[in-house]
């Protein structure tokens, strides 16, 4: 059966209710992958029994129609692929269609726009003016000067999003391309400070390609890797150019729900404001507040200790033995800021990690965000799109084939490492650096320059051994051994974003919500059931009008869309019945 | 004869250097537009002996080679147009070749890259880091501070602008782009504001297609009618963005050259500093200094005069009676502005001046610059080349043409304005607005809202009658008639860019430059000989080391890309023998 063969089977049993005869159109392993158009969720039905559910129960305000193949069909092995558009009652879709052998091996269906609603963009862009005389003429200057001193006084957003590093300022600005009244409040006092603030030596570990923000992509001249001062620059135009209300200097302090709005206490350098808006983002990062060094003997202990996320340089601590706690990307960098700083450097890692060389990642890892894509016209929306079609339960089998090339590609990198006492791993499954960062957001570090100085020991490892106790003069490990140091720095991760909400909120709310992040996969730190998706990003939580929305430049820029169109929707008066919504995970609210 | 054919048979004469087998394949009414890569000037030859002259003096030293059709054929008519590229000792060039019946009629040739000095971008665009831990390592924001800390002072730059609007601010990417150091001075306190100071309403004329800047063209959501206000916002973002070198509240006080270097003297917010650039570009505007108004009896005037360029809003002016001198773009907005904020509005006319309503231009005059023109695959980048491709001689055909279709199509509109006493027209040989611009630079508005108020007798016109002197209630006219008047904008236009560099360089260097802007069409304010090419614009002058970079964002955008390929290659030392350079104007310097 032809895409459009299968495309026209499945839309005419759709169109007459015949879910049997519609899912009888898929493989026994099969994926239908829905991003707002079905569920108003994002959410992977995974077999035809998942598949037939969802639709039972969402096909009645959906009346999907018009479903078309829009490309030629691309071929791989037995798989045949094409995009594909549609319309339902509310939205305009496209999606990826994948068939083995005639059937449905994978199903993409994501809203594209509201219907109605439409985002102004290329023919439908804004005038900018009205030709024509008008002694009632408000200049742009003037409409923004009265909309910035007005918001979050006399008008209250409809939105309020905590947050204003790349998360909050990509949402912001694709919620004011939708006309959804948007407050960011920020802590710090520049837009890009979220990375200004970060040690001296950050450079973003993802290449230029896969960083893009909405609508305004990187320049061709723009560096591969950049600099963190360079993106908070970058940063603080992009908030400038796409109009965005944000307050900086500003905390969240508390939030209620209440009456169908919340009341949002807020201390905008110094002067305490109360914010009503009907929906709550937090867009605080991909992770909650640090997680706090909690050791015995920490208030005997002599030296500096400080979490890393308090880390700035290295230059206090030239010609100090300094003991590093941890062994992901920040432990690996902050050993390598210190040691260029002329400090004597041990890291104590815990647990073992994966290590990919960056050159070797690039080269195997990113061939949907490079300069090679973009030549075969795989634009960043697309390669997005092409990304997201792969059901998370399918990506892990593929990042094992990569992981599985890139170790045989750099045995003799990993042979030097793991010589030198380098607890290695590529997680439990053997699924590699993006799995662990989905799963578990720690334990992973592509290598920028730190391996290089552990394989020559300039960096020492002291591995396996877990960290019992400070001491005055160190660290003392649970086998017994004392480590002399002067600075410690704890390089040991965050907490969950819902201990964010616990801090603002509630703890009931934070323990209604839940954890955010991970898919559930059942590994150690990613406790099941399996959740197909990653819990509470993006989409409805199980706290009226809280969300989520984070991580890194990749991931806020692609689901800032489907966060921005739940919002519209819900603002527009749509009716958006979700599919799935998770239940409070514990009693409380 | 296929256009391959042609490029193989014109490619073997050259290389053989029979010119006259070469020139053979030219029809006798035949243009060869060359920007840098023969000539290193950007020149039209027209007509076969001006190509033959042309070829006798630089082949030698150019030695074309690997000329190559790089598209399928374009046809139109008879015409027959390709794409092609070849390479000079120096350069990677491409070019537009249009034959008819076999023989070519246009040919175009332009600079890409400069060999050995190819710009980074895609494929080798800066890594941004070097993957090693290193103790001498300098950051980004470190290695930007010593630079900005140490340029004009420590470290001289290679080229000075004067200037920071679109002009200055699109040469100085370009430059950084090709790693030419350079330093812009711009009187203004903040990037943008030569747009934020001009008068309240002021909108761009131009659609958004036309007036991307380099590298970072505008979002699929911006309007369509840039505000000033918003235009000032963009252009402060993208020279934070390009990071650019700029001294804002600078005034460039004067300029030597001498020793093979400028000496130039500077006044940055009260300190005087000397800088020497071994090049000086003047991009102050498409025009020099306002037009002095220069009338008997100014002194007696007891209301408001001022010329144009200071006119910001006419609210302090609410129902008084204000005089426009003039009748072209300024003089019409001002109009509006006066109008709108409740004043008495006459517009005394003294020459006709041609309007076109926005909306007509945007549907017949900007076809390669337009939502159609990006869906139809041709990128800003490929319209520039197209409209480069045309020389300046034949572009006036072609728009006397497109004027003709206009009046049809708007010969109710125009009837209303000339029945109000408005005096029309459309050039002295019918070609319309953009031959006007750029030929004097003056005396066309495209209407935004004016033209309806002078219609409905909301704007008073009087028309065809000179202004004789001030008085100290109004204006007498030529003919005797006296206009009351407690306001007086004068509209009346500005002077010559050489009139820039006799404030700040001499006299003598700028009589010896001539003129900028015009054709040489032979109109008035436009005097013979033909130039074929706007003068002293973007190429070499008559005194060295002395450039005029300038133009709207579209001229800016296009040629800030040949002004920055001759600067590289001259700070490079690759030989840069200039076809055609212009000799001075007076004997003086």
Redesign the interface.
Known sequence: MTPQDWLATFAAALTRADIPAAVALFKPDCYWRDLLAFTWNIKTMEGKPAIAAMLHATLPTTAPSDWTVTSPAETDGDATTVWISFQTTTAHGTGRLTLKNGLCHTLLTATEDLKGHE?????T?????V?????N?Q???EA?ATETARIGREDQPYVLIVGGGQGGIALGARLR?LGVPTLIVEQNARAGDSW?NRY??L??HDP?WYDHLP??PF????????????MG??L???A???ELNIWQSTRCESAQYDAEEWQVEVNRAGERITLRPQHLVFATGAYGPPRAIDLPGAGDFEGTLMHSSAYQTGAPFKGKRCAVIGSASSAHDVC?DL??A?ADVTMLQRNPAVVVR??TLMAFGFDLYS?EA?ARGITVERADMIAAATPFALFAGQQKALYQKIREHDADFYARLAALGFALDFGEDETGLMMKALRTASGYYI????S??IAAG?IKVISGADVAALTPGGIRLADGREVQAEVVIACTGYQSMNETVAGIVSRDAADAVGPCWGLGSGIRGDPGPWQGELRNMWKPTAVEALWFHGGNLALSRFYSRFVALQLKARMEGIATPVYGRPAPVQRGL
């Not at 985002?119 to 023919?123: H, I, K, N, S």
């Not at 862009?125 to 003016?129: D, F």
């Not at 061709?220 to 360079?230: C, G, I, S």
């Open positions: 985002e102004p963009r290329g023919q862009r804004p005038q900018g003016i030709h024509k005389a008008d002694r003429r200049t742009w200057r923004r391309q200004r001296r030596s450079v973003l230029v609508y305004l320049p061709p001249n723009w560096p591969v890797f950049t600099p963190k001062d360079k620059d970058w603080e135009a992009y400038r150019i796409f390598v040691w260029e002329g960056s050159e300069e973009v290598d920028v320059g730190a290089e100085l300039e």
